[in-house]
């Protein structure tokens, strides 16, 4: 067996605390800028929605090089992991900086044309978070980049400790700025923007060490390898056309509940800092199917592959009963923390207890598996009924419960639902038909 208990143990351990730890500084963020007002969570949340869009386009990249690179470890091809790993930052870098330009130079467009007309105080938080915080974007993609070549070789605790400290600098920054200093939503982004810098320094300073099996190497070429980056895009440009549709599927539905007002829009923003909580075991058991996976693959071993994946997937239900259960009994202490009004408070709750229902029966299957197909280079399929599905029934569905059947802002989070159960559907009937098998990259 390529992985045994104790490697798993090493590899999901680090992944879990990761996640924990990235949705915990959303959670603080939120909280501490709910001291502000309502209209400044809000603004936060607009804001970040967008800022995700951007990030996934990085992630899935990160995602197809991780890909690449783990499949050549599983051929025992070090040296051409190590240039994947290299023209995959490289890559990488150049793209979000051209991405930064366009969000400065476009700002007007992404304020008034994305998020259309929302109130005044709304509006400025938003404008004032967004240009400190999308000096962030080159930063936080290379370290996206970095991570997913730790992760690749097995090695998530580098990126775990590296999310520490970059999480700890954001929450001290928050505190002081926001509570000690009283600058508002400027005190929410300014210790995001530098806790990104920081952590894409750390994380690439760690990769340029020869110890590691995958590392960026003395005298490495700053020119593009087309080959090996058409390998990487093989992988990278479907999932990331699958996560981007995602997010923009996120914000056309987000443009929707801005029309419900204030309660409605905070309620929403609450609920989906909340629910990262209720996923997050998924989130990481995800990253480790992929790892794992691709390793497999690239060993030609596909009876690992199916060994591992129906492992890793018991393992991603039995953590995602356990914590839903945790937070449900918690969910009251946990929604007073925001103080919010008694309506919106009342909302919230009712959203995220439906979520956690539906999170431990069918999210698994509609996102953690899939990683398994990708692993295998079967992303075109994947991207296809992800986006597929994404239209007719988050977007389709919302405006249908949410606008024409008047249920608000929770016909928006049944829509989403029915968005996972169609996707969850169709990839485990491709899983078990087996063509997975026959991709190659």
Not at 358 to 365: G, Q, V, Y
Not at 413 to 420: E, H, K, N, S, Y
Request: with cysteine.
């Amino acid at each position: 067996m390529l992985f045994t208990n104790r490697q798993l143990r090493k590899l999901i351990i680090p992944l879990i605390i990761e996640q924990l730890l990235t949705v915990m500084v959303g959670m603080a963020d939120t909280i501490m800028i709910a001291s502000v007002g309502e209209s400044a969570v809000s603004a936060v949340s607009l804001v970040d929605t967008v800022m995700v869009l951007l990030i996934n386009i990085f992630s899935a990249l990160a995602t197809g090089g991780a890909v690449v690179v783990g499949q050549y470890i599983g051929q025992k091809r070090m040296e051409n992991a190590c240039k994947v790993a290299e023209q995959l930052n490289l890559f990488i870098t150049v793209l979000a900086v051209g991405v930064t330009i366009l969000v400065y130079a476009g700002q007007n467009l992404i304020l008034q044309g994305v998020f259309g007309k929302i109130e005044p105080d709304v509006m400025e938080h938003c404008r004032i978070y967004l240009l400190i915080v999308a000096g962030s974007i080159p930063f936080i993609a290379l370290y996206n980049g970095g991570a997913a070549v730790f992760r690749a070789m097995g090695n998530s605790q580098i990126s775990m400790k590296t999310s520490l400290f970059m999480n700890m600098i954001n929450i001290i920054g928050n505190a002081v700025l926001i509570y000690g200093l009283k600058i508002g939503v400027a005190g929410a982004a300014i210790p995001t923007l530098v806790s990104r810098i920081l952590a894409a320094v750390i994380v690439i300073l760690l990769l340029c060490r020869d110890r590691y099996p995958v590392h960026l190497r003395k005298g490495m070429s700053f020119r593009f390898d087309g080959h090996i980056v058409r390998k990487i895009l093989h992988i990278g440009v479907p999932n990331g056309l699958e996560n981007s549709m995602f997010q923009l599927g996120k914000i056309l539905v987000l443009s929707l509940v801005s029309t419900f007002g204030t309660m409605s829009i905070a309620a929403n923003a609450v609920s989906n800092t909340i629910a990262m909580f209720q996923v997050l075991p998924g989130m990481a058991m995800g990253f480790a199917i992929l790892t794992v996976t691709a390793q497999c693959v690239g060993a030609g071993d596909y009876k690992q592959v199916r060994y591992y994946t129906k492992k890793l997937m018991f393992i991603t239900y039995a953590s995602m009963w356990s914590l839903n259960l945790i937070i449900y009994f918690l969910l009251p202490v946990i929604v007073r923390i925001y103080h919010l009004s008694p309506e919106t408070a009342e909302l919230a709750q009712k959203i995220l207890t439906y979520h956690a229902v539906c999170a431990c029966l069918i999210w698994p299957l509609a996102f953690s598996l899939p990683n398994t197909l990708r692993a295998a280079n079967d992303v075109k399929v994947t991207m296809w009924i992800s986006i597929f599905s994404m239209w007719i029934f988050r977007i389709a569905f919302s405006y249908i419960l949410a606008k024409y059947m008047n249920w608000g802002v929770f016909g928006v989070w049944v829509a989403m639902t029915i968005d996972w159960l169609f996707r969850a559907f169709c990839f485990v009937i491709r899983y078990l038909r087996g063509k997975w098998q026959l991709q190659k990259i």
